[in-house]
């Protein structure tokens, strides 16, 4: 496997960027750097390889050769899924296997997509879907961030007292996170820029002092 050039680095505060699930080009991140945004956050797949479409050595090789920071950031399951231990454990270590494809280094945020879940699952079973995720990224040298979006089942404290430290708010309705807060807020974004849809994000110091860790050029 080869590994991106770059370094990993604390983001700075109140940085924006970008997530989207269209292929980014070399030209279009520089249309992005041109116009301000610092970063990117692209996918990985759920399932063990990358599929058509989500993100590749090449593409986040130009990614950062066009000026932006990256992140990935894994796809979730179809609304009214159910998570489970073993679930976390599959999902978790497909994450790690396809973000060390790509050739993401040791110490980058990998993200956890948590929403949609089936209404008829328990909190626990949330829980232990997270905290496998969690082991199987963690234990490969990367630092695993939680995205937070709709129907994601924990309240407050329950979100804080996952093993994660890095939590990112989506647009949606959300609950906080309990003493830490967010470090990564995103925003919707109604038209195409720069010819894909995207949605904002805007990076943050949160409550206990942390900051995402993006890769990056220099």
């Keep these: 496997m080869t590994q991106l050039p770059g370094i ?4 700075p505060n109140k ?4 997530d989207a699930d269209t292929v980014i080009t070399q030209a279009t991140a520089q249309e992005f750097a041109s116009q301000g945004y610092k970063f990117c956050i692209r996918y990985l797949s759920l399932g063990d390889g990358e599929a058509p479409g989500d993100l590749t050595y090449e593409e986040a090789l130009g990614i ?10 894994q796809h979730v399951s179809s609304p009214g899924w159910s998570p489970s231990a073993e679930l976390g454990t599959t999902y978790g ?11 993401f280094p040791p110490k980058v945020n990998v993200w956890l997509d948590l929403e949609g879940i089936s209404s008829e699952v328990s909190a626990q079973a949330v829980i232990d879907y997270c905290t496998n995720w969690y082991n199987a990224v963690a234990g490969a040298g990367y630092l695993p ?21 890095h939590y990112w708010q989506s647009e949606s309705t959300v609950p906080p996170v309990a003493v830490r807060s967010y470090q990564m807020v995103q925003y919707y974004v109604a038209e195409p820029v720069n010819g894909i849809g995207i949605d904002q994000d805007i990076t943050y110091i949160d409550d206990e002092g942390g900051v995402p860790q993006w890769l990056i050029l220099s």
């Design 64 to 73: 950062l050769q066009g000026g932006l920071a990256l992140m990935p950031v």
């Design 145 to 165: 961030g939680l995205y937070v979006g709709a129907n994601s089942i924990l309240n407050s404290q329950q979100l804080y007292d996952l093993p994660f430290q």
């Design 8 to 11: 990993v680095q604390s983001a």
């Design 15 to 18: 940085s924006l960027g970008f």
């Design 93 to 103: 270590d497909n994450a790690t296997n396809n973000a060390i494809t790509v050739g």
